[in-house]
């Protein structure tokens, strides 16, 4: 079995995206730290094979990657949509989003063998706060069951995992990371990326006193 990877993202476009951030931060601040979590988060992605970024808006695919809008309404019909329309026979997908920055190359690369194991029928990567920030299915059809799953709630994750269960789905999990939401993680997170991260760079323009 062959394995893709799927960036999900929003343009980074003031007022529109990293919001819980405001305040402390000024939307043209918050859609600076949106743009460089999805740089890094693409940069981390390219460096374990590329996939196709499906994407809200208008911002360019990297090179080397193939891109694709998204549709539907809600957060889970899109990301529902996204592995229906990117679903090719013998593929395992992998979907992350733009809230994890700190993510690496290799625990994508390990994320995505993992699929090609047989233990696994699904690989759920849980959020701190509750969430998801990655799902990897061997059969992307299983992913129709996220349209009736709210998400961007403390019990998205536990109840994406309940829900895949319930259809008879073995599912692994991956490493607990923590999403940007707030300046508070904002500040966590850079302090796990690398030196060169543009996420790191962008958090420290922001100053140490945005973060109180």
Known sequence: MTTQLLVLAK????????????????????????????ADTLDAGTAAGAGTFVVDGDHPAPSGWLRMAQRGDSLGERIAHAFADTARPGTATLLI????????????????????????????????????????????????????????????????????????????TLPVLRDVDTAEDAYAVAELCPPNSQFRAAVAALGPGVAA
């Open 11 to 38: 343009t980074p476009v003031p007022g529109r995206v990293k919001t819980r951030l405001c305040p402390p931060c000024t939307p043209e601040q918050a859609a600076a730290i949106a743009a460089a979590a999805l």
């Open 97 to 172: 989003g733009m809230d994890t920055p700190q993510v690496t190359p290799g625990l994508l690369r390990a994320a995505l063998n993992s699929l090609t194991t047989g233990l696994h029928d699904a690989v759920l990567g849980p959020a701190a706060d509750g969430g998801w920030w990655a799902l990897g299915l061997r059969d992307p059809g299983h992913a129709t069951v996220l349209r009736d799953v709210p998400m961007s709630t403390r019990d998205t994750g536990s109840l994406t995992l309940a829900a895949l269960r319930k259809r008879g789905v073995r599912v692994g």
